[in-house]
């Protein structure tokens, strides 16, 4: 079968830096993805790692190690609108373009 | 601009009804989603369509169905089988290629039995 493990809750102050894991079990992987999704919202799309190592995108960055089954989303210079969820999703299976979600991290950030 | 639209925004079902969850796109996407998500809760994969007049059931597609006839449309009915069905519900749809550009979804219905 396939699951995602993320902590349940994560609290940082403006202007910090904070990391959110991700730990996944999958029989076959294609990918691992972030997703943002404020109350109410629809999930939005962060990034995406198909390979080993840091992917960059302004404020964001997203880790992948395949053979330790594990990612990370980073997030610097902290924002109050940056308060949302977040989720991992793994990209499994043979030749499906199906993923499965973990159940989220809820970031607070504080002024 | 291209997207998807979910409608209606907010559903309300009577004991025993059926409703059908509308979902469109025009983003020309090969392969359409639905998932459930309940408060507090990750994203449970419902039913998805990778092709048109074809679809899979998904982790949790007991009490619900689903059709493809047209690329854009992707509608989900929630049957008198689900026995509790009060959730937040999202459409996805995803470009299937060597590139992974993610999901996207569309604004969601939110659905309450009455």
């Known amino acids: 079968g396939q699951s995602l493990e993320q902590p349940s809750e994560v609290t940082a102050v403006e202007g910090a830096i904070v990391q959110m894991n991700c730990t996944y079990q999958?029989?076959?992987?294609?990918?691992l993805s972030w997703y943002q999704q404020h109350d109410g919202g629809a999930p939005t799309f962060l990034s995406y790692n198909a390979l080993d190592g840091l992917e960059e995108t302004g404020r964001f960055s997203s880790f992948l190690s395949r053979s330790d089954s594990y990612g990370y989303l980073l997030l610097q210079e902290l924002q109050m609108k940056d308060s949302a969820s977040y989720f991992c999703a793994v990209r499994g299976g043979s030749g499906t373009y199906k993923y499965i979600f973990g159940t989220g991290t809820r970031l607070k950030v504080l002024a | 601009d291209g997207g998807i639209t979910q409608s209606p925004k907010y559903l309300f079902r009577k004991e025993g009804q059926n409703v059908t969850l509308s979902c469109e796109q025009n983003?020309?996407?090969?392969?359409m989603y639905w998932y459930r998500q309940d408060p507090g809760q990750g994203l449970r994969l419902i039913y998805y369509?990778?092709?048109?007049?074809?679809?899979q059931k998904g982790d949790i597609a007991e009490g619900y169905s689903v059709s493809r006839e047209k690329k854009e449309s992707f509608p989900l009915t929630v049957t008198s089988a689900q026995k509790n069905p009060t959730a937040f519900y999202l459409c996805?749809?995803?470009?299937?290629?060597?590139?992974?550009?993610?999901?996207?979804f569309g604004s969601g219905t939110r659905l309450t039995v009455v």
């Open positions: 983003l020309n996407h090969d392969a």
């Open positions: 996805a749809s995803t470009h299937k290629g060597a590139t992974d550009y993610g999901y996207t």
């Open positions: 369509s990778q092709i048109v007049n074809d679809f």
């Open positions: 999958t029989s076959g992987f294609y990918g």
